[in-house]
């Protein structure tokens, strides 16, 4: 389990780049790791796809006046580091962050689906095969939708649950 990034409290007065690991195996404790984000951000959404963590959106260090669209990945391999990879084509905090492990456009390197998000609430998705390096624009959920969650399940993804786009949370 990994906690990236966050607030240092309810008004949000720091927004943190630090990651934390909590490993059970090692006594059941929280380790702050060495490598931080290079982006400092709440609200954002992460990931697992084949092994590497992806971190996106959410609101940098201006706070939700200045949502994201960068996107970052964690190789905790030797050198443990993030790098930038490349952004969304919208900026989107409070929004899904799906992983598909099989398919996407390269067909094997799975895929990322972003969807929703505040603006104040947005219908559109995007999908990030990591093999190419890009984001694509995907086909716009039915409903706008932020605060939301997503799941993937038999190579679908699930976005359920939010406020709509009306700001109506």
Not at 146 to 167: I, M, P
Request: aromatic share 6%; with cysteine.
């Amino acid at each position: 389990v990994f906690a990236l990034g966050g607030c240092n409290d309810y008004h949000c007065t720091t927004v943190l780049a630090s990651v934390e690991a909590f490993d059970l195996a090692a006594g059941a404790h929280w380790t702050l790791l060495a490598a931080s984000m290079t982006t400092p951000r709440s609200g954002h959404a992460a990931a697992v796809l084949r092994g590497l963590i992806y971190a996106a959106g959410g609101c940098g260090t201006g706070g939700c006046g200045s949502i994201l669209a960068s996107v970052e990945r964690f190789d905790g391999g030797a050198h443990s580091t993030w790098a930038l990879v490349a952004s969304m084509g919208t900026a989107r905090g409070f929004f899904a962050l799906v992983a598909l492990e099989e398919g996407g456009p390269s067909h094997h390197g799975g895929m990322l689906v972003a969807a929703g998000g505040n603006n104040p609430g947005i219908a559109s998705a995007e999908a990030y095969d990591p093999v190419a390096d890009k984001l694509a624009v995907i086909a716009d959920m039915a409903t706008a939708r932020q605060s939301c969650a997503g799941a993937a399940l038999r190579g679908k993804a699930y976005v359920s649950g939010g406020c709509g786009g009306s700001g109506d949370c």
